[in-house]
């Protein structure tokens, strides 16, 4: 066994040194005032300076002019961030004399030996590990093929603005519909190019109104909207389905994407995540069940859909090759004479077992099963031959059918509409269509084409239930209207309160300046219509006059007009 033979200094000296020299972390040594006094091998590497150059230059100015403010502190006063042991480290971006920018951590040590005080510094290249970390987040956060933010970061910021700021907000759920045909016809390399296209073309819509675009991942999307202005999401979500109407070219070939949403609103729809997560998704499943392409937004009747959903669908188609669905007319007045200017005309639904329904019992179930444009043509059909026999007894009055704006998108919506005319020989000016600001906010941007077309037919446009919507005056501007109804609930109040009779006034005068009619709905007392009068309300509806009737009430009305009511 051979002695052990202790070290000498200057041997350990030498281990030291050639150890430092060659050690991967780059190590340096200051004076008291923090000018080089030796730099390593690596540190030569790292800042790009040899070390006959450093040496007697104060420290950083291998780099004086590109040092970030934070480095330019830590430098200015290292010898102060010491801690009592002489200590300090610290983790930071540092550029180098190729403007690399390295990430690394830094520590500081005073080593005083005799009388003098000095500073070794060792910087270690943590550029790998910073890398792996944001890569590790990124595939954590965003999906790999769009590089959207993914479902975890789409709920927690969904989340966030809920609790922070209680603002109003729209959550959608989008999907690509016949998206396995798609990966099936083109292959999943394609289709991935044309998701990531889709999301290009989304992103440069530069939507302002949006606060998140996220990608779940295949052809699953969710997007955030603050909800501050209704008019500006109603457009983005316009445009939004527009641009997808584009066809995408893939390979010189045009591609038609079709997109299904879903929509709930807080705090309409619920105040959890969860819920209103859940509910878009119902929604969303409505719409992709219901041929997707379209735009569904979340309502009760969704439930009762889930439920019994086919049986309800299976009972509205019969009721409607059944004829059970009827028009019930009631009268719209000039309020001053008591004349019958024209009547609404409102659907009942005689149901086999339960009686005569009202259509809040079923006409949510309509438009959700898309039935909307069937009942309209049984009641436009019905309509017409009401008018036919008005007018054999020498009757000119008009007659107003409500419609959903989803009727108009129907391809049939207008050849039906020129034959029903032409069938039964009555003037496009003796229908009224009337249209409520709920089913205007959800439709496309096509609508205003639509009910454009509409008038350039003849027919004269009513704007429904004025005034409870979101965006009432925008839809003034934009749509063509002739006749605007003002709300029943603005009605109720008009006797007693103030504000809903300036509201009323405000409404009249607005229509006069727009060149358009104003009609009261729900008068229910001699005093509203007396005020209504007064205030220049020219036509008006509601149960004081008469309630919706049958047909043959309503003939017997025309006959007895005016009404010998003891306003006259
Ligand atoms: P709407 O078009 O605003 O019709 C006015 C509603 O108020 C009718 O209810 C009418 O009966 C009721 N009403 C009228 N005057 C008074 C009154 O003085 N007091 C009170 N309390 N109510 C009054 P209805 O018939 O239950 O219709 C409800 C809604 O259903 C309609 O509102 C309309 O939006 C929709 N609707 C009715 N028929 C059809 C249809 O054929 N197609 C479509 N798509 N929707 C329809
Ligand atoms: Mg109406
Ligand atoms: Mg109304």
């Given at each position: 066994?051979?002695?052990f033979?202790?070290?000498?200094?200057?041997?350990k000296?030498?281990?030291?040194?050639?150890?430092?020299?060659?050690?991967e972390?780059?190590?340096f040594?200051?004076?008291?005032?923090?000018?080089?006094?030796?730099?390593?091998?690596?540190?030569?590497?790292?800042?790009?300076?040899?070390?006959?150059?450093?040496?007697g230059?104060?420290?950083?100015?291998?780099?004086?002019e590109?040092?970030?403010?934070q480095?330019?502190?830590?430098?200015?006063?290292?010898?102060?961030?010491?801690?009592?042991?002489?200590?300090y480290?610290n983790?930071?971006?540092l550029?180098?004399?190729?403007?690399?920018?390295?990430?690394?951590h830094?520590?500081?040590?005073?080593i005083?030996?005799?009388?003098?005080?000095?500073?070794?510094?060792?910087?270690?290249?943590?550029?790998?590990?910073?890398?792996?970390?944001q890569?590790?987040a990124?595939?954590?956060?965003?999906n790999?093929?769009?590089?959207l933010?993914?479902r975890?970061?789409?709920?927690?910021?969904?989340?966030d603005?809920?609790?922070?700021?209680?603002q109003?907000?729209?959550?959608?759920?989008?999907?690509i519909?016949?998206?396995?045909?798609?990966v099936?016809?083109l292959?999943?390399d394609?289709?991935?190019?044309?998701?990531?296209?889709?999301v290009?073309?989304i992103?440069?819509?530069?939507?302002?109104?949006?606060?998140?675009?996220?990608?779940?991942?295949?052809?699953?999307?969710?997007l955030?909207?603050?909800?501050?202005?209704?008019?500006m999401v109603?457009?983005?979500l316009?445009?939004?389905?527009?641009?997808?109407e584009?066809?995408?070219?893939l390979?010189?070939?045009?591609?038609?994407?079709q997109?299904s949403?879903?929509v709930?609103?807080?705090?309409?729809?619920?105040?959890?995540?969860?819920?209103?997560?859940?509910?878009?998704?119902?929604?969303?499943?409505?719409?992709?069940?219901?041929?997707?392409?379209d735009i569904?937004w979340?309502?009760?009747?969704l439930?009762?859909e889930?439920?019994?959903?086919l049986q309800?669908?299976a009972e509205?188609?019969n009721?409607?090759?059944?004829?059970?669905f009827?028009?019930?007319?009631?009268?719209?007045v000039?309020?001053?004479t008591?004349m019958?200017?024209?009547f609404?005309?409102?659907?009942?639904?005689?149901?086999?077992?339960r009686?005569l329904?009202?259509p809040?019992?079923?006409?949510?179930?309509?438009?959700?099963?898309?039935l909307?444009?069937?009942?309209f043509?049984?009641?436009?059909?019905?309509?017409?031959?009401?008018?036919?026999?008005?007018?054999?007894?020498?009757?000119?009055?008009?007659?107003?059918?409500?419609?959903d704006?989803?009727e108009?998108?129907?391809?049939?919506?207008f050849g039906f509409?020129?034959?029903?005319?032409?069938k039964?020989?009555?003037?496009?000016?003796?229908?009224?269509i009337e249209?409520?600001e709920?089913?205007?906010?959800m439709?496309?941007?096509?609508?205003?084409q639509?009910?454009?077309?509409?008038k350039?037919l003849?027919?004269?446009?009513?704007?429904?239930?004025?005034?409870?919507?979101y965006?009432?005056?925008?839809?003034?501007?934009?749509?063509p209207?002739?006749f605007?109804?003002i709300?029943?609930?603005?009605?109720?109040?008009?006797?007693?309160?103030?504000?809903?009779?300036?509201?009323?006034?405000?409404?009249?005068?607005?229509?006069?300046?727009?060149d358009?009619?104003?009609?009261?709905?729900?008068?229910?007392?001699?005093?509203?219509?007396d005020?209504?009068l007064?205030?220049?309300?020219?036509y008006g509806?509601?149960y004081?006059f008469?309630?919706?009737?049958?047909?043959d009430?309503?003939?017997q009305?025309?006959?007895?007009?005016?009404?010998?009511?003891?306003?006259?």
């Open positions: 066994m051979s002695t033979v202790p070290i000498s200094s200057p041997i000296q030498r281990i030291l040194s050639e150890l430092c020299e060659r050690f972390d780059a190590v040594i200051l004076d008291a005032k923090l000018r080089y006094m030796s730099v390593n091998a690596a540190y030569e590497v790292m800042i790009g300076y040899k070390e006959p150059y450093l040496i230059r104060p420290l950083g100015i291998y780099a004086a590109f040092l970030s403010e480095e330019q502190t830590i430098i200015n006063d290292i010898s102060n961030r010491l801690d009592e042991n002489g200590f480290e983790s930071f971006a550029t180098n004399r190729y403007s690399q920018i390295i990430n690394c830094i520590s500081y040590r005073r005083s030996i005799d009388e003098g005080v000095y500073y070794v510094g060792m910087l270690r290249d943590i550029s790998s590990i910073v890398k792996g970390r890569q590790v990124h595939l954590l956060n965003y790999q093929l769009t590089g933010p993914n975890k970061v789409f709920l927690s910021q969904t989340n603005v809920l609790m922070d700021t209680f109003e907000v729209v959550i959608i759920r989008a999907n519909d016949r998206y396995r045909i798609l099936n016809n292959g999943q394609n289709v991935d190019t044309l998701i990531k296209k889709f290009t073309r992103n440069s819509l530069e939507l302002k109104q949006l606060l998140c675009f996220s990608h779940f991942g295949g052809d699953d999307f969710g955030l909207f603050e909800f501050s202005d209704a008019n109603r457009h983005e316009d445009s939004f389905m527009h641009i997808c584009q066809p995408f070219v390979n010189n070939t045009s591609i038609y994407l997109i949403v879903g709930s609103f807080y705090p309409k729809d619920g105040h959890q995540l969860s819920s209103l997560l859940n509910k878009a998704e119902k929604a969303l499943h409505y719409a992709k069940k219901h041929g997707g392409d569904c979340y309502n009760d009747a439930e009762q889930s439920v019994d959903s309800l669908e509205l188609r009721a409607i090759s059944a004829k059970q009827v028009p019930y007319y009631q009268p719209k000039a309020l001053d008591g019958i200017t024209g609404e005309a409102l659907v009942r639904w005689h149901h086999p077992m009686g329904l009202q809040k019992d079923f006409i949510d179930a309509i438009i959700n099963h898309k909307s444009f069937d009942l043509c049984q009641m436009a059909c019905q309509i017409a031959e009401q008018l036919v026999i008005w007018q054999e007894m020498g009757f000119t009055q008009h007659v107003c059918i409500n419609a704006a989803a108009f998108s129907n391809p049939e919506f509409i020129s034959r029903l005319f032409y039964h020989s009555i003037h496009p000016s003796q229908l009224h249209v409520t709920s089913s205007l906010m439709r496309h941007a096509s609508v205003e639509q009910l454009n077309a509409i350039k003849g027919i004269c446009l009513s704007l429904d239930d004025f005034g409870t919507g965006a009432s005056l925008s839809y003034l501007q934009e749509y209207f002739d605007i109804k709300d029943k609930s603005f009605i109720d109040k008009i006797v007693d309160n103030r504000t809903q009779s300036a509201i009323v006034k405000a409404i009249l005068d607005l229509a006069v300046a727009l358009m009619s104003a009609i009261a709905e729900g008068i229910e007392t001699k005093e509203q219509r005020l209504l007064e205030m220049g309300c020219d509806q509601g004081w008469e309630r919706p009737v049958p047909a009430i309503a003939t009305m025309l006959i007895n007009s005016p009404f010998s009511k003891e306003f006259l």
